[in-house]
């Protein structure tokens, strides 16, 4: 009861202050706020208010404006590189070095035979003279030495073709091995293949769904030998993906150079081919680390092969990490220089390299952060046979802010991409990010895994025999700018990233002076023979050092702060309207005393509301207090209902019933009596 007692005193005491009414509330504000401007408005003449009244609304719309920009810059969330250069001794990269060739020859060869002579076939096919303007296919039959021994059912999964732009709108499809010779006279030429309608490109790829169906068998007659050009009479080399064997829904991928498409028609085969081979025997055909690591000095402490961590990599077989980090301690440098850094010397073996898969000779090697899985086809770097190639490193440590003043994460926990690369117990990257994404969409759209990338749990890699159409969904995936913005958006870069800055150069390595004694040393130390096994052509030495223990740290920092939006809208009021923040306060108490008015407008009006209800239960005016008083106490009391009275010369006067009155009140009190009549129970006084 007291706090209701308190609450309406509080609320009369508002009540007391600015008015009854909005004129009187803006009037009494205007009168006594510290705010420029809305002084003069009420204090000035006519005239003067006038002009009053416009600058204050004119400044007031520049100060809201001001106001918005600062607002809407501080939740933009800029952010503000600093570079700051630091000395202190670090850790020592990790090291990963693979071969380019993935697999030696001799051990894949039997896989590879097949693939191997089909290929060889095509090619002596593609490079022999054409007659005239025409080329003809190579036709296959039980006769012909050239068809002895190919599988064609493993080429026609996946074939290459040729493509005869002679007529621009209308290319021609000539297929590179024919089993049976068309009989004449059925509208196809043997010699040209098949002409394409309206004028498709073989070199666009379509989308999956839309078909590059066959022509009507007839092709565009060649122009005239004498205006063809050399350039004219080229064929280009594409490789045919369709969304399963003989089907129309096909798609070409053309390229400019037929060594550019030998080449990825044979990674496309190859892979179908080694999907089917289980991890531990591609592991046993690769390169293994006592073959290939010949030398390992770091700093002044020997090292070997067996410092190394061996990863199987698909797209280069067995790779060899230094400094992984994940069984012991990363290693630190104890100075900067060459002298303190890393040397290895590799054997490569250039000579059983797999002719048609690995077109670079070399070694692979990339430099990370511990505990980081290598991605040595985006990040890597190809050192050369023959050479002694230095490498000095400097160091640039990225310290990203994270939400919201940017996308990035410290650990992928919040990505909604699974991370099919944690089978390796490595740490998040955006390139394990965006492989991940894309296997998981070709898991869910192609039914299958490809080889290059880790498989989601359930899944099998993709190969010709399970999986017909794999090469074209995959390609088709693969092309597809929807897919990959759909995996951008959905991976996040790192907060905190190493990044390693690398300074090559190269020296021919050994120089003939001593190839002779050095060849003869690495020969026996491997293979303990006087006979020298080694030459230029394989071997590679490596010098990776700190150039310095300068290291650069790239951070970002909040370009706005809480304190800077405060500080700007406080200068942008005082400077307009020589406000504060007491200014601000007040306004926010005209705004609650509006609100109190409001508030006993609608209350006012909700009882005048319930009043004109009140009025509305009687035929006439309701009963006044004094009436129902007295009916309470006079029991003979009868209200006199209201209507019209007849006057006297009006019809059925004479005919009303008498009206009805209230009989007078008893009031004996009033009465004159004699003195006489007093009783001697009187209160009069006598004297």
Not at 182 to 211: D, R
Not at 278 to 288: D, F, K, S, V, W
Not at 380 to 400: F, H, K, N
Request: with cysteine; charged share 20%; proline share 6%.
């Amino acid at each position: 009861m007291n706090v209701k007692k308190y609450f309406v005193r509080a609320l009369h005491r508002l009540q007391k202050g600015p008015g009854y009414t909005y004129k009187e509330l803006l009037v009494w504000y205007c009168d006594n706020t510290n705010t420029h401007g809305p002084k003069r408005i009420i204090k000035e003449g006519p005239k003067k208010k006038v002009i009053w009244f416009f600058l204050t609304l004119l400044f007031a719309s520049l100060v809201f404006w001001q106001w918005g920009i600062l607002i809407n810059t501080y939740l933009s969330y800029n952010v503000t590189s600093s570079l700051s250069i630091g000395f202190k001794t670090m850790k020592f990269p990790a090291v990963t070095v693979c071969n380019a060739n993935p697999f030696k020859y001799s051990e894949v060869k039997h896989l590879l035979k097949e693939l191997d002579k089909l290929i060889e076939a095509a090619l002596e096919r593609i490079l022999q003279p054409t007659h005239g303007d025409t080329i003809t296919p190579l036709l296959l039959n039980g006769s012909d030495n050239a068809s002895e021994g190919l599988d064609l059912a493993l080429w026609n999964q996946i074939p290459l073709v040729l493509i005869d732009e002679h007529d621009k709108d209308n290319p021609v499809i000539v297929e590179i091995f024919e089993t049976n010779r068309t009989a004449p006279g059925n509208g196809t030429s043997p010699g040209n293949g098949t002409a394409l309608e309206n004028g498709i490109s073989p070199g666009n790829e379509t989308a999956p769904g839309n078909e590059t169906a066959p022509g009507n068998g007839t092709t565009a007659a060649p122009p005239a030998p004498s205006n063809t050009t050399s350039e004219e009479k080229k064929y280009k080399l594409a490789v045919k993906l369709c969304s399963h064997q003989g089907s129309n829904n096909c798609t070409y991928r053309n390229f400019t150079s037929a060594a550019q498409a030998v080449t990825e028609w044979y990674i496309l085969q190859s892979t179908s081919i080694l999907s089917k081979v289980p991890l531990q025997e591609r592991i046993r055909m690769g390169y293994q680390a006592e073959d290939m690591i010949l030398a390992c000095l770091y700093g002044a402490e020997p090292c070997n092969y067996k410092n190394f961590t061996q990863i199987y990599h698909p797209d280069h077989g067995n790779c060899y990490i230094f400094n992984w980090g994940m069984d012991k301690e990363a290693l630190n440098s104890s100075n900067p220089g060459a002298e303190f850094g890393l040397k290895l010397i590799l054997d490569i073996s250039q000579q059983d390299y797999i002719p048609y898969l690995s077109s670079a000779a070399g070694a692979r090697l990339m430099l990370h952060q511990q505990k980081s899985f290598p991605f040595l086809k985006d990040q890597g770097i190809y050192a050369m046979a023959g050479t002694e190639t230095s490498i000095g490193v400097l160091v640039d440590e990225l310290e990203r802010m994270g939400y919201p003043y940017s996308d990035c994460t410290m650990n992928g926990s919040d990505v909604p991409v699974k991370n099919l690369y944690s089978e390796y117990n490595t740490s998040y990257s955006i390139q394990a990010c965006l492989r991940s994404c894309f296997q998981n969409h070709m898991a869910e759209i192609c039914g299958c895994g490809h080889y290059m990338f880790p498989l989601p749990e359930g899944v099998t890699y993709c190969n010709n025999d399970d999986n017909p159409g794999w090469a074209y969904c995959y390609s088709s995936l693969r092309s597809s700018i929807r897919q990959r913005q759909i995996c951008i958006d959905s991976c996040k870069e790192t907060c905190n990233d190493t990044q390693y800055k690398m300074t090559i150069s190269m020296a021919d390595w050994p120089s003939e002076a001593s190839e002779d004694w050095i060849f003869h040393i690495l020969s026996y130390e491997r293979d303990m023979s006087t006979n020298v096994t080694l030459d230029r052509t394989g071997i590679i030495k490596l010098n990776i050092y700190f150039q310095e223990y300068n290291y650069r740290t790239i951070s970002e920092s909040a370009a706005t702060t809480i304190v800077w939006l405060l500080s700007n809208l406080g200068g942008q009021f005082g400077f307009w309207m020589g406000g504060s923040v007491l200014c601000l306060i007040e306004f926010g108490e005209i705004i609650i005393d509006s609100l109190w008015i409001t508030v006993i407008n609608i209350i006012g009006w909700c009882k005048g509301l319930k009043q004109k209800r009140a009025q509305a239960r009687y035929l006439d005016a309701p009963p006044t207090v004094s009436e129902l008083v007295e009916a309470h106490t006079n029991l003979g009391f009868q209200h006199e209902e209201a209507g019209p009275v007849p006057s006297h010369g009006s019809p059925g006067a004479e005919a009303l019933p008498p009206e009805p009155g209230t009989p007078p009140p008893n009031y004996d009190s009033l009465r004159m009596q004699p003195l006489d009549a007093l009783g001697p129970d009187s209160d009069t006084e006598t004297e």
